[in-house]
């Protein structure tokens, strides 16, 4: 059996990008709802999939404090990689995605940090790249949190509008 890649898929190869594994509920709950024409994605970490088939954060810790802007804007990037590899598995194809609709985003924040915008960047950039800004822009809120399950760096859940089938 033959697997094309979808227009979204092959826009991700380009950018040097690669859909991994979904990462896996750490809790009793369902990674994404499908309601109608509208995806509901759980809040997500950037979390890589290890040679043990574990799921793992390659980068941990506050913002501000022991992370760096650009470590947290990456941890943005894998944690919307994820978003990606969660909505192919409820939807099947990623180019059946009409419009990005709205992520609201946590960022594990030490006293004083105060830029979680730039980080939430890293999530909101790739989804720019992939869908366009018609398509991939959309309504964020970046807020900021004392802690985070894991010591993860950003979490965020998305809303996303499917074309109609």
């Known amino acids: 059996m033959t697997v094309t890649k979808g227009v979204i898929e092959n826009k991700l190869e380009t950018l040097g990008l690669k859909l991994p594994p979904p990462p896996r509920p750490i809790g009793n709950y369902l990674p994404a709802v499908q309601v109608g024409n509208m995806l509901y994605v759980s809040g997500t970490?950037?979390?890589?999939?290890?040679?043990?088939d574990k799921d793992i954060m390659p980068i941990k810790g506050k913002l501000g404090g022991e992370l760096t802007i650009a470590e947290g804007y990456e941890s943005a990037k894998l944690m919307a990689l994820n978003h990606l590899a969660l909505m192919k598995m409820v939807i099947g194809d990623l180019d059946r995605i009409e419009r990005i609709v709205k992520m609201v985003g946590y960022v594990n924040s030490a006293p004083g940090f105060t830029e979680a915008h730039l980080v939430l960047n890293g999530a909101s950039d790739l989804y720019v790249d992939l869908f366009g800004p018609e398509r991939g822009k959309h309504a964020r809120a970046a807020l900021f949190q004392n802690e985070l399950g894991l010591d993860a760096p950003i979490e965020a859940e998305m809303t996303v509008l499917l074309k109609s089938a």
């Open 45 to 52: 970490l950037g979390t890589i999939r290890d040679e043990n």
